[in-house]
């Protein structure tokens, strides 16, 4: 089941159910719908045998507190649509939907230990501070503060990369304390930090006209201080939150590409957006077959008759089965051919081309019919020979 799937379907209206239905109503509604849409009672009734596979898929996410919360969490992430990668940072520039890099997510129930990765936690903060500084006023405003971004490495064998892959990801991250819901403070009530007043930032003159701003150390950048700091943090409302999340590497990428999932990195502060996932991608090398941008290379002996003569070539392929390539006759040693459409995957769907590179093998046992051919060969060639424009070439210069 993928995250578009998740996006797109809503299971509650599939149950009939709200939003905050609990488990037992869940349950009650998915017997009743089930009884309902049996093929047992609809033989034969295809919309009704239609309607009971529904029904079940939204059971089995629903029905299940873990798949269910993981669904809840996909559908806010992903359910506005607003989430998009943007171009990447220095390895290259890929743009590709969320929905297609974090499939399977929900399905395989990846999460380790406390969730509130990204979106949720950062919303919830805002809410927080944002009440308490409505009500503490006087004009102090305490800045959104976007959340950490944090640089991940995968490694894919060569297939994987040239088709794409689904890989588990594992991070550890900064999370909003659970106890303290991220104030840090016992009691969720937090005092703006007089330092700085709420900034988290003090401005330290330069004297060159401008100022520098450093986070404020009496209350680490955050603005705030614990009037009676929470036990499980120790007032610094963070905690440390490990994660595998199942991350889609695209088609086509390449070895050292860097790949940038925006919104994937720790969550914002006090409603600040949550920093972006780097993923650097390492590509093992293939016994076989090279990389050329879209193009896939390889390289493929052909006999001394072969190419003098011309004939058809079997050529392996990556993942699919052989092509055969038409040799003309008097193919050179080296000479590079296209098998168009084997090549790797691009953005855009279509593949690019497989280069082979023809190269003539030289026997080295040869049998008496072989040895008597080649010698016969030899007498009938005496009168060429191979080397002498590279004697005239040498002497002109
Ligand atoms: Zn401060
Ligand atoms: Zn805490």
Avoid at 73 to 91: D, I
Avoid at 168 to 175: D, F, V
Wanted: proline share 6%; hydrophobic share 30%.
């Amino acid at each position: 089941m993928s995250t578009k799937d998740f996006v797109e379907k809503d299971y509650y209206k599939v149950l009939g159910v709200p939003k905050d239905a609990t488990d037992a109503e869940v349950k009650k509604a998915y017997r009743k719908l089930a009884r309902e849409y049996h093929p047992d009672a609809n033989k034969g009734d295809a919309k009704a045998e239609e309607r009971f596979k529904e029904i079940s898929e939204a059971n089995d996410v629903l029905g299940d507190p873990k798949k269910r919360k993981e669904y809840d969490e996909a559908r806010a992430l992903f359910g506005s649509g607003g989430f998009r990668a943007g171009p990447g940072g220095a390895g290259g520039n890929f743009n590709f939907d969320l929905g297609d890099l974090f499939g399977g997510a929900p399905g395989g129930g990846q999460t380790a230990g406390a969730g509130g990765f990204g979106g949720g936690g950062g919303g919830g903060l805002g809410d927080v501070f944002g009440g308490l500084f409505n009500r503490g006023g006087a004009g102090t405003r305490v800045q959104p503060r976007r959340g950490q971004d944090i640089e991940s490495e995968v490694t894919l064998s060569f297939t994987e990369a040239v088709d794409g892959a689904t890989v588990p990801l594992r991070m550890s991250s900064q999370a909003p304390c659970k106890a303290c819901s991220g104030t840090g403070d016992k009691n969720g009530t937090p005092r703006v930090c007089p330092t700085c007043v709420g900034t988290g930032q003090v401005s330290r003159g330069s004297g060159g006209g401008f100022s520098l701003t450093d986070p404020c150390v009496d209350c680490k950048g955050r603005g705030l201080i614990a009037q009676d700091p929470c036990d499980v943090c120790k007032g610094s409302g963070r905690a440390k939150s490990a994660r595998t999340m199942q991350v889609r590497i695209p088609a086509g990428v390449s070895d050292g590409q860097r790949i940038r999932l925006r919104g994937k990195g720790s969550p914002g502060e006090r409603g600040g957006p949550a920093g972006d996932l780097y993923v650097v991608v390492h590509v093992d090398a293939h016994p076989v077959f090279g990389r050329k941008g879209d193009n896939l290379t390889v390289t493929v002996p052909v006999t001394f008759p072969e190419a003098a003569l011309g004939g058809e070539v079997k050529v392996p392929t990556l993942g699919g089965p052989p092509v055969t390539l038409k040799l003309p006759a008097g193919t050179p040693n080296g000479r590079t051919m296209r098998a168009r459409g084997k090549g790797a995957v691009r953005k855009d769907g279509t593949r690019g081309d497989l280069l082979v590179t023809v190269e003539v093998s030289v026997p080295t046992d040869l049998g008496a019919d072989a040895q008597d051919a080649l010698e016969a060969y030899r007498k009938a060639t005496a009168g060429e020979d191979p080397r002498a424009e590279l004697f005239q070439a040498a002497k002109g210069a």
